[in-house]
């Protein structure tokens, strides 16, 4: 049966917040539109008088997201055209209204971008930032009443068995971080779609187990889900993904043998990429740097990171594994490689000082 739950708004309006809309950009007018210089019940209050969709951007002034999409997707003539007809405000979320309206809609990832209609009740949102083309599609269909969570909910009704849509409501539940619901439209989709036609089963599998992993503590669950990924799906977008999240939830519950066994099982299979090398030697070192067996195996990957990417990560992770073996002459080689390539990132020189002080993990 499908599940249609959806979590609604107030359409009414909140007693009036202590304190007034913090833009995050200092200028009122940017990139071609006006942003009003309102709070959330002023903004709410116009709104409704004119009839009109409210915009409001949620960030903070020390968000890097935040000041991507206002300088890359905001400043776009495309965006702009849309944005002109909407009542745009901006939300600084570390103030008084900011947090209350984070809690009140459920924001959770900063930049988030939410539309409202007349009544106050949410059309969609845009979670995180995405590049201009997907950004100015999404903002024209919310607008438009389209792929919004209940247009989607409406078509489902009509075609319960599609496995794109079943996809698309678990994205949406998602981005409300309303997990449960989103399992089982996930789920759905996979269940629907056993050969793959649609191409989106691997891309839900990772989502449920990247998911039941970072959000859920539920490890034990995401590591056959994330193995299905890689064993059925190796050269598919979403399995480098999927092997580095398999090692990093093996290493969480302490099962050298299982990295060692997917190591061995499914990295030739995959793209060749040196992500999968990397994770490998993150995880052993870190779990069981002393252990022979995970040398060996360690070092092996983090040769192939090399051979692939010679880069100052490769050449890093290289030397952690010399570092935990004791070959402290070679250790010092790769990592003043790294530290040469990338003299920036304060871990080759951090490796470097210990190298140079004689610390080994013994």
């Not at 790294?338 to 003299?343: I, S, V």
Request: neutral net charge; proline residues 4%.
């Amino acid at each position: 049966m499908i599940k249609t739950l959806v979590k609604r708004h107030p359409s009414t309006i909140r007693p009036a917040f202590t304190s007034a809309v913090l833009l995050f950009a200092s200028a009122a007018v940017v990139c071609g539109f006006e942003w009003e210089k309102l709070d959330f019940q002023n903004a709410v209050a116009k709104t409704q008088a004119e009839n009109r969709i409210l915009y409001v951007l949620f960030g903070e002034k020390d968000c890097g997201y935040c000041k991507r999409l206002e300088t890359e997707v905001l400043a776009e003539a495309t965006v702009v055209d849309e944005l002109r007809d909407l009542v745009a405000i901006k939300i600084h979320i570390n103030s008084d209204e900011g947090a209350s309206l984070s809690r009140e809609y459920g924001v959770w990832t900063y930049p988030t971008t939410i539309l409202l209609n007349s009544d106050i009740e949410e059309i969609d949102r845009i979670v995180g930032y995405v590049d201009v083309d997907k950004y100015v599609t999404r903002l024209r269909d919310y607008i438009a009443g389209r792929n919004t969570m209940s247009d989607c909910i409406s078509r489902l009704q009509k075609n319960p068995l599609d496995p794109l849509l079943n996809f698309q409501l678990a994205e949406k539940y998602i981005d409300r971080r309303l997990y449960a619901t989103a399992y089982i439209y996930l789920d759905q989709a996979i269940e629907f779609d056993p050969h793959n036609h649609s191409e989106i089963v691997d891309d839900a599998l990772f989502m449920k187990g990247l998911h039941l992993h970072t959000k859920n503590k539920r490890t034990d669950r995401a590591i056959p889900v994330l193995q299905r990924v890689v064993a059925d799906f190796p050269k598919s977008d979403k399995a480098v993904f999927a092997f580095v999240w398999l090692v990093r939830c093996n290493g969480a519950v302490n099962d050298r043998e299982a990295i060692i066994n997917a190591y061995e099982t499914y990295v030739r299979k995959l793209p060749v990429d040196p992500r999968p090398h990397r994770a490998i030697v993150d995880v052993l070192m870190s779990h069981w740097g002393a252990d022979g067996d995970a040398h060996k195996v360690a070092l092996a990957a983090a040769h192939k990171a090399v051979k692939l990417d010679p880069g100052d990560r490769s050449h890093y992770s290289l030397a952690v594994v010399l570092k935990n073996m004791g070959d402290t002459d070679n250790a010092r080689e790769a990592a003043d490689t790294a530290r040469r390539l990338n003299p920036k990132d304060p871990r080759y020189w951090q490796l470097r000082t210990e190298l140079e002080k004689g610390v080994t993990n013994e």
